[in-house]
């Protein structure tokens, strides 16, 4: 159909416009419609951003799950995680509304989509990992007797608590143990404390409870 030299259908103008790759499937084009999957740029504009939103849901799923096995299981290096899922998190948003408004603009987004997809798994591998650390963990762990010297409290949409605790790990001063509400209640600053070590699945300790002293 293409380089039909008469046919004055063709002629006509079409609305074209400059995209070398579909938004939708992203095959090469250089037709209004894309030859593999037949949408014009306005549907396959559409397709895509129906898709962003969808997988970006995904992702704040998978935020939500990582937290929710982080609490369940609390690594003790937990902040670490946090701070990882962080980094993550933020350029991966900025990402997909960079990816969006590229295709607003009908600027090649093949590669930034790529990417952004390709992070879209990490916080449920991550939730994952901690969730299967945990829950088959069938070591005994140990005990360690250490003293509370500090608590406090994150508030906003995902409050959590923290024992601050005198380290016995090598290379660490303190931990900041996760707890519920009432073991946080039940501790001040000053106790000694009984803390449930677990080594972990996947190595990765975590805490399976706290208690005062006998
Ligand atoms: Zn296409």
Redesign the pocket.
């Given at each position: 159909m293409r380089g039909a030299p008469d046919g004055p259908e063709w002629a006509e103008p079409v609305q074209h416009r400059v995209m070398t790759r579909?938004?939708?499937?992203?095959?090469e084009?250089d037709t209004d419609v894309?030859?593999?999957?037949?949408?014009n740029s306005a549907r396959?504009e559409l397709s895509l951003r129906s898709k962003l939103l969808n997988r970006t849901a995904v992702f704040l799923l998978g935020a939500v799950a990582l937290v929710t096995a982080s609490e369940r299981y609390p690594a003790l290096d937990l902040d670490g995680i946090l701070i990882f899922t962080g980094a993550l998190f933020f350029p991966a948003l900025c990402l997909a509304i960079w990816v969006e408004r590229r295709a607003l603009r009908h600027q090649e987004v093949e590669v930034l989509k790529r990417i952004y997809y390709g992070l879209i798994p990490i916080p449920w591998l991550l939730a994952a990992l901690l969730l299967a650390n945990g829950a088959f963990d069938t070591g005994p762990g140990h005990v360690v007797e250490t003293r509370v010297v500090g608590k406090f409290v994150m508030r906003g949409p995902l409050p959590n608590r923290r024992l601050v605790v005198a380290s016995w790990r090598e290379g660490h001063t303190f931990e900041r143990i996760l707890v519920s509400s009432e073991d946080f209640d039940d501790f001040r600053r000053g106790d000694r404390i009984v803390v449930q070590v677990e080594d972990g699945l996947a190595g990765i300790p975590w805490v399976g409870g706290v208690r005062h002293p006998n």
């Open positions: 579909c938004l939708n499937c992203g095959a084009r894309c030859e593999a999957c037949g949408l396959a």
